[in-house]
């Protein structure tokens, strides 16, 4: 009987053994180009089959059995990483993209608000993702202006047409109506823009056709665009990622600026434009939210 007794109670002495030796490791996994969650990350401990995937928001939570183990996360496209896990706090661990040369760009819904500064008017723009195409393509419309002073710009670009550890071909189509009354310019255009990324720098070459209409005629136009599109990131007071973009187009008979800064502190995000078209000079302040 008392052989029984002390075979229950070594069995239980190590069965809570057992359970007292799982340690919990939680934290959250971001892109290092863009630091935005990234869901579905395989991570698993290293040498074993136990894992976890992250969830929609990169969050993740597991148990190891001792503290001497090392994880590794996984996501397509993104480069493997492996470290020691930390138990102390919750871990922020930063995947970096295969190649290291993509700029940013985004894959949340934006919604952004704001005025037009030089114009006294409103502004907006919506910017969306479009997947289950042949590749990702995202997409933007933006109206600034009202009272006989707008200016419609809707764009949708197609990212990694071909891309390699070097360079990445990408391109964008761009659509284009300008209706102001105070330099009497009614203007609709459409452009098809390549670009090619190196490093973190997008140069983009485009060309268009365009058509000009007055009180009595309309004719077309040929325009030729020239452009580059690059992401600084800053860490001052937390990592900011800055999108810049600058481009000119030669019409025919005039010029067409545009540019733009964008500064994303999530989940908001502060746009900053400057456009010139003719003569009429543009410039917008908007705030927005991811949604």
């Not at 949340?108 to 969306?128: P, Q, V």
Request: charged share 20%.
């Amino acid at each position: 009987m008392i052989t029984v007794r002390i075979l229950i109670f070594c069995v239980s002495f190590l069965f809570c053994h057992s359970l007292a030796a799982q340690f919990l490791v939680k934290g959250k996994v971001i892109g290092a180009d863009d630091h935005l969650p990234l869901p579905q990350v395989m991570v698993s401990v290293k040498g074993t089959d136990q894992q976890v995937v992250t969830d929609n928001n990169g969050k993740f939570s597991l148990t190891v059995p001792d503290k001497n183990v090392k994880i590794t996360f996984r996501f397509l496209a993104y480069q493997a990483k492996t470290v020691k896990p930390d138990f102390e706090k919750s871990m922020l661990v930063e995947l970096s993209p295969e190649c290291s040369h993509h700029h940013y760009h985004s894959t949340r819904f934006k919604l952004y608000a704001g005025a037009d500064k030089s114009n006294d008017a409103l502004a907006g723009r919506i910017e969306f993702p479009v997947f289950g195409f042949y590749k990702r393509i995202t997409s933007s419309y933006e109206l600034s202006g009202l009272g006989g002073q707008e200016t419609h710009r809707v764009d949708a670009k197609a990212w990694d047409i071909h891309q390699n550890c070097k360079w990445e071909l990408n391109t964008s189509f761009k659509y284009r109506n300008y209706q102001i009354e105070t330099t009497d310019f009614d203007f609709e255009s459409l452009m098809i823009a390549p670009s090619i990324g190196i490093d973190n720098y997008e140069f983009v070459l485009g060309v268009g056709k365009g058509r000009r209409r007055t009180e009595d005629l309309s004719f077309n136009s040929t325009g030729v665009q020239l452009g580059i599109n690059t992401a600084l990131d800053f860490k001052i007071l937390g990592r900011w990622t800055i999108p810049i973009k600058v481009s000119a187009t030669k019409w025919d008979t005039f010029w067409e600026f545009e540019s733009s800064i964008d500064l994303f502190i999530q989940p908001v995000g502060l746009r900053l434009s400057y456009n010139r078209i003719d003569e009429f000079n543009q410039f917008s302040l908007m705030v927005g939210m991811y949604l």
